[in-house]
């Protein structure tokens, strides 16, 4: 079967069947996808991380069909009915669907109607009419009554061999292929409010009266009216014929009747088929199939949503970290004061602090003077202010204490930073080990000072589900979205490396073949030890051998230690290959790392060798040139416009700097620095036609945008890119859309039709309910 897998999983990727089984064979043998993607192009041949992921998923999928399928077939053969075709069909069965499809037939199920007339005796009877159109109907059936069975006249029989039909033909896989090619074409989901439940469930009233195709309802439309329907506001159905004309049957049984070569006329025994057919797709076909696709909707509708959270998170983990700083963060708050922590630039604490410049103390000035004391004597270099409740009202205060210390401290920078999930980590048990005297306030006001120093590093401490920068993610497989944010956190930790003699375990936990428990053992070795001098010493933690080493070493850096190439991305296994560079120039090893000027003027191929392949060869070539480069962006921050700290601030045309927060399927919010995130729909992204706003714009970009309409009521701002577009006042109900502080439902955005359209379609796109979609984010 495996070689089955590869060959499936090839075709699926346009790859090499030995590409797909030679990656199949390094991850059972215990290899980790960034390991693979790495360090393993030759035997991969050259498979990037992205075919790497979808191999490991697929991978998974087509291995739970296999058993699935000789469950299957044993069930099958154990009951003496296996077929030699049946056994093909379900051996060439490519879906988790049509395997069941084939199966449904001989599945285990409880006595329906159907098996009731079977074993009455009136089996005979079905198939007989079903060959003979002109058998008297009422003669034939009148041989088959059985009181004693409970059939005890002709319309008990009939009813009991239509049901056997019915029954039959619901179970024929071909057929049932046929009706949802058909229905996956012409099907329409339609929603309509609950009767007496219009005012409760107000925020589902672009869904009151809704209809659109099953197949086209984008992922946060769909989930937003199956929440609807869970809280018992909405009813959801599938309409198979919305284009028929009042009174007339569905297309869908003319489809079963076709498969059944039933061309039927006007005996008596046809007229009593027609109310099989009929009763094949009312009674039995449509529910199933409204259940299949309405579940199948949610099914994609979950796998698009967890991908937009997936793609959200790798942006923040991969923002740009200011870097090695002395930075204090401060966690705001207005009756219980400003929380201030200040760590030192490798993130250790060393003064904690509470102020209260805010009502109703009010010691503005007494705040001012303890901040500008710390800055002194810790030599601080950055500000880092939670973006929560006094927020812009302690930006400001960050700005009289940089006012005060322009002279002496000309660099001293203040930053909004986003607090999602710091109260998540002040209460975790990992802030309670690292912190166990601190309070949990100020511990959330130490995440949020690392966090601008390493946003990666701090952010892995946290659950990536609390980071808040999903669409509908308490709406989803739990294990799904775990199993692909995991992955994310995973890629981004590998891709950017990882200071062994700094990490924490929540950190180290993330590298390549590292877990929980090995992670606490190399911090337990460094805290017992010392810092580690070189990669081999790895060797020497409890419980890590020789495949861990393999799959971490290279990812592990370790500055100014025994060897220089232990600070870069180079893997031991390739030492030898660097040393045989060097030499075949005479150089000392320091002396070619970073010779950027010489690496230029090699050839990669004059280095291949049996062990060492060009791909690889060239990768460490381009290490060598820049070593244990960090793949971050350089750091940058917006600057709110003063003045401009809440939503009543705001004006239509005003232009403002900001912070993208979360991307979606239908537009970005960005943060302006007024407690109220706004949205860009797709449409407003750009002057060009969008089609997924993530190629435009990323969680924590520095953005340009305009304010096109301010709903200062319902808390929503709508803006756009399109710095040259016009805003129009918009009707109430028509406002835009911001995600703090609203209700908790989806909604949906007009067609798009042609972007850059007018206002007035653009207000339309982001109506009051699709703006409570995303309400929960920030919380």
Known sequence: MTANIARTIAQELSVREEQVAATIALLDDGATVPFVARYRKEVTGGLDDTQLRTLHSRLGYLRDLNDRREVILSSIEAQGKLTPELKAALIGADSKTRLEDLYLPYKPKRRTKGQIAIEAGIEPLANLLLANRSADIDAEASAFINTDAGFADVRAVLDGARYILMERFAEDAELIRKVREHLSGVAVLQSKVIEGKEKEGAKFRDYFEHSELLGKVPSHRALAMLRGRNEGILSLSMNADPDAEPGRGSYCEVIIADHLGLKLGDSSVDAWLKTVVTGTWRIKVALQMETEFISRLRELAEEDAIRVFARNLH??????????????????????????????????????????????????????????????MHKVELIAVGNGTASRETDKLAGEVIAALKETHPALTKVMVSEAGASVYSASELAAQEFPDLDVSIRGAVSIARRLQDPLAELVKIEPKSIGVGQYQHDVSQSQLSSSLEAVVEDCVNSVGVDLNMASVALLSQVSGLNKTLAKNVVDYRDENGQFRSRKELLKVARLGPKAFEQAAGFLRIREGDNPLDASAVHPEAYSLVESIARARNLALPELIGNSELIKSLNAKEFVTEDFGLPTVTDILKELDKPGRDPRGEFKTAHFKEGVTDIRDLKPDMVLEGVVTNVTNFGAFVDVGVHQDGLVHISSLSDKFVSDPHTVVKAGDVVKVKVMEVDVERKRIGLSMRLDEKAQPAAPHKAAAGHKGAAKAGGKPAPQGKQGGKPQQINAAMGNAFADALAKLKK
């Open 315 to 376: 942006d923040l983990l991969m923002a740009a970290p200011a870097g090695s700083k002395a930075t204090m963060g401060l966690d705001p708050g207005l009756r219980t004061g400003v929380k201030v922590a200040v760590v030192n630039d490798t993130g250790k604490l060393v003064a904690h602090t509470t102020i209260f410049p805010h009502e109703p103390q009010n010691q503005w000035d007494k705040s001012v003077r303890a901040l500008v004391t710390l800055v002194n």
